[in-house]
């Protein structure tokens, strides 16, 4: 996959992330002209990149055309923002990005995407059909006949040319004159088009005129790839061929009809229709937010100059030319001091009394900061997950190697007796020693993420399946600032989905049910999250009909959970912690996240695996809160694996000094200790079958000849630990053994490996 | 075929694609009072006819592909308000 695609798959799931949350506000602010803004731009840009593939994602393309005209309406006013529609741009959003996780795996065809991707299209394009005021460019419905007043494409032709034109038609005994407007979208030739091509295929065209859209701006801003130009086709009774010709970009064309006159004299023309007020408004409007966006000094100037433009341009359209030596005055001010007050005072009044500008207007929603973004906009790198993971490696080499550094410290002071270079030695290692932690603490630190990176997908969910069981359910959401390490929280993803979706299935009830128990018609579950000293503490709360402590205890105790007296004798607190037992959550309980049985003992299991606990509060009848305690970090430590035998440890790397592999010649052996020589220094040696408690099994390496030793230094001493045969340094996430085993010496915990093996990892302290 | 740039004159031959909308604007840009030579085109790509349009550029004849004549010769050559 070139490197183009890449970018794109990223940046396109980022904007489907943008409109799909940008829809779910618009739903409970439907005025909110920010998001609007937001979600017509990232659909816009969804639309405009993936048209750099084509023919390959031509149906992504088209599908993000129809959700982009659509909501362009929306934006203008021209239709009103319904569920209904978001159900629509939701799925196909939902569509889009699935065929984008096939263009990923390298399985995606063109073809795939062909049917669904019209069908879609289609069914958005039929909101815009129903309100479109203007002739819909469907082929099969006829051409509406003209309003009273003339078509804007007709009058943009020049007098002698409509006299001229009128003339011949009425020659040729044409009822009317059928007049198209082609306006090709500014990056049409990055599709390949050529409108001066397509137009060239009209046969006989009555006229043929062709206009730049805009006035033309500066040779600074004028690019050649963009299509600043509009054709005007006058046709006589050729229509629907044309339509056929037109097909592909039937959205960029309208057709009006101008009956022709049989009067000699030539119909009055009217003068052309003022531009609609709302339009003005909204530029201005927009021009206010401009202000606001923060910029530095080399782009003031084409800012000010545009706006300029924009404004001497609407202002006279509107015939406000009264206003214009104000403007001029400002705008002097603006490019010269840099100073906008008197611009936004121009503006300003001119918004009559128009609804305010609020802080929905500004193109940019972020309530935590102020509309001109001080400084806090937070830079973001995208990294790939492996090359953090490969840093933590390094990181934990680095550590193993700085720990060889007191040791040559000794030899300094000992062989080489020089006490002094040995002092010097043991303040750079000091120092290394610290930087060496900070490193490790820094790298833990980018392994951080927020827990808005799991909460961000429940609002969609909530939505979903609160529209599907017919239930009115609002979700809340806090602290999602909270950080956790990323494997605490992409481990809690799923169990999480397993709360909300009880308290969505079980907890809340349907809006009868609260309403006959005086309850609000709409539940609530609220996720929060909060760090409390170096735990994360996650809830999930909703008000709906908590769990009954006797239905909970007649369960657990027909199950054999419990016995008679643990049935009698537990409070109703205690008892509905039962709900966490394995053994509760009955098999007919059907999961249909990804076909995996999640029941309440493996969010149990799962949490405490992470080193956290889970527990439930409830009121019958007022709702429910599950806690979810989890440690911030994880206990990450490294250890080096040692075989004994056909056994596996794990053994603390911080300990670790060397790894040797000595001649069996070179171990003495006085009475019952083992010791040798290294390096000219006296190396009591102990065996790990020994201290261990193993029998000794012919060693793996089957090395008859050598020994392999670790240099351990537990007590600050080293000591040599004779293993059957070293391997690598892994991380791993070290958890203390519980149960029966807790009692344990010797052993430092326990951790799980990738391929689900038990590593016991040992502690050297006790067994040396 | 591409546009040939001599002696201060632009000539088109064939059909002309949109590749040389750029270098053609560059040109136009260097030479306000250059000669564009469209009578022997056949089609210009639509960039290229807005190329021309916002350059305004002096023209040596109309270009003999009937289409062209008709309908583009008029706007290349009529006086326009408006250009900045």
Redesign the interface.
Request: charged share 20%.
């Given at each position: 996959m070139n490197e183009l695609l890449a970018m794109f798959l990223s940046e396109a799931r980022d904007l489907l992330e943008e409109v799909s949350k940008g829809l779910l506000a618009l739903e409970e602010r439907p005025g909110d002209l920010g998001v609007m803004n937001r979600i017509f731009r990232a659909m816009h840009t969804l639309k405009g990149s993936s048209g750099l593939f084509q023919p390959q994602l031509a149906g992504i393309t088209r599908l993000s055309h129809a959700g982009e005209d659509l909501l362009d309406a929306v934006r203008n006013g021209h239709l009103e923002f319904t569920s209904d529609m978001a159900d629509i741009l939701l799925e196909g959003l939902d569509r889009i990005g699935l065929w984008l996780e096939e263009v990923e795996a390298g399985r995606f065809t063109a073809s795939v995407a062909e049917e669904p991707s019209n069908q879609l299209s289609a069914r958005l394009r039929a909101f815009l059909a129903k309100g479109r005021q203007e002739p819909p460019t469907d082929q099969d419905k006829p051409v509406a006949p003209a309003a009273t007043t003339e078509p804007p494409a007709w009058s943009a032709l020049a007098k002698e040319t409509r006299q001229a034109l009128m003339a011949a038609a009425r020659q040729a005994g044409h009822a009317q004159l059928h007049v198209m407007l082609y306006t090709?979208e500014p990056d049409t030739?990055f599709f390949g088009t050529?409108?001066?091509?397509l137009v060239?295929q009209v046969p006989d065209p009555l006229h043929?005129?062709?206009?730049?859209v805009d006035?033309?701006?500066?040779?600074e801003d004028?690019d050649?790839?963009q299509?600043?130009?509009r054709f005007i086709v006058v046709v006589g009774d050729q229509q629907e061929e044309v339509q056929q010709l037109f097909r592909y970009v039937e959205n960029e064309v309208s057709w009006a009809s101008v009956p022709v006159q049989q009067d000699i004299a030539p119909p009055p023309i009217p003068a052309a229709a003022p531009p609609s007020r709302e339009a003005f408004l909204r530029l201005l409007r927009e021009q206010l937010t401009i202000l606001d966006i923060p910029a530095n000094a080399d782009e003031l100037p084409g800012r000010v100059a545009s706006m300029g433009r924009v404004l001497t341009n609407a202002i006279r359209a509107m015939g406000l030319h009264g206003e214009l030596p104000l403007l001029d005055k400002a705008l002097a001010e603006a490019r010269s001091q840099h100073r906008f007050e008197s611009l936004r005072n121009c503006i300003l009044p001119l918004l009559g009394d128009s609804p305010p500008a609020t802080q929905g207007d500004a193109f940019d929603d972020r309530p935590a900061e102020g509309a001109s973004g001080n400084g806090r906009a937070a830079k973001i790198l995208k990294v790939d997950q492996g090359r953090i993971d490969r840093m933590m490696d390094l990181v934990g080499e680095l550590v193993v190697a700085k720990n060889s550094v007191p040791f040559l410290a000794e030899r300094a002071a000992i062989h080489h007796a020089s006490p002094g270079l040995a002092q010097e030695i043991m303040e750079f290692y000091s120092m290394i020693n610290r930087l060496t932690e900070d490193l490790q603490s820094a790298v833990m630190q980018v392994r951080m993420l927020p827990v808005s990176t799991i909460f961000q997908r429940f609002p969609r969910l909530v939505r979903d399946i609160s529209r599907k069981l017919g239930k009115h359910i609002t979700l809340k959401t806090e602290g999602e600032e909270t950080e956790a390490d990323k494997n605490i929280i992409e481990l809690l993803s799923d169990p999480l989905i397993h709360l909300v979706r009880n308290s969505l299935d079980h907890g809340i009830e349907d809006p009868e049910t609260r309403i006959q128990a005086g309850k609000s018609e709409a539940g609530l579950i609220r996720l929060s999250s909060r760090q409390e000293g170096d735990r994360v503490i996650i809830e999930v709360t909703d008000d709906g009909k908590g769990i009954d402590p006797e239905i909970i205890r007649r369960k657990a105790w027909e199950k054999g959970l419990i016995d008679e007296q643990a049935r009698d004798g537990l409070t109703d607190h205690e008892v509905i912690q039962l709900i966490f037992a394995p053994g509760f959550s009955t098999a007919q309980e059907v999961s249909d996240l990804s076909g995996r049985g999640v029941g309440m003992d493996v969010v149990r299991s799962t949490v405490q695996g992470l080193g956290g606990d889970v527990a439930v509060e409830s009121t019958l009848g007022k709702g429910s809160r599950v806690r979810l305690e989890l440690p911030m970090t994880m206990a990450i430590s490294r250890v080096m694996l040692v075989h004994e035998g056909p056994m596996v440890f794990g053994i603390p790397l911080e300990l670790v000094v060397e790894t040797v592999r000595l001649p069996r010649t070179q171990i003495h052996r006085v009475k019952e200790e083992e010791t040798t020589v290294l390096r000219n220094r006296l190396l009591p040696l102990a065996r790990l079958s020994d201290l261990l408690g193993l029998s000794r099994v012919p060693s793996r390496r089957e090395d008859p000849e050598n020994e392999s030793i670790l240099v351990v230094r537990p007590f600050g001493e080293e000591i040599g630990l004779v293993v059957d045969d070293f391997d690598k340094g892994i991380d791993i996430v070290l958890k203390p053994l519980d149960g029966v085993l807790a009692g344990l010496k010797g052993y430092a915990g326990g951790a799980l490996l990738g391929d689900g093996r038990v590593l016991l990892v040992l502690n050297l302290k006790e067994l040396l | 075929m591409p546009v040939t740039f001599e002696d201060g004159r632009a000539t088109f031959t064939g059909e002309c694609v949109i590749e040389e909308a750029e270098g053609l604007l560059a040109w136009l840009y260097e030479h306000p009072e250059g000669l564009v030579d469209v009578t022997a085109c056949t089609h210009l790509h639509t960039a290229i006819l807005q190329a021309l349009l916002f350059c305004f550029p002096h023209q040596a004849g109309p270009p003999q592909d009937p289409f062209l004549a008709r309908w583009l010769w008029p706007l290349l050559t009529k006086s326009r308000t408006g250009q900045v």
């Open positions: 090709p030739f050529d409108p001066l091509h060239r043929v005129h062709v206009e730049p006035p033309w701006p500066n040779r004028f050649p790839f299509c600043r130009l | -």
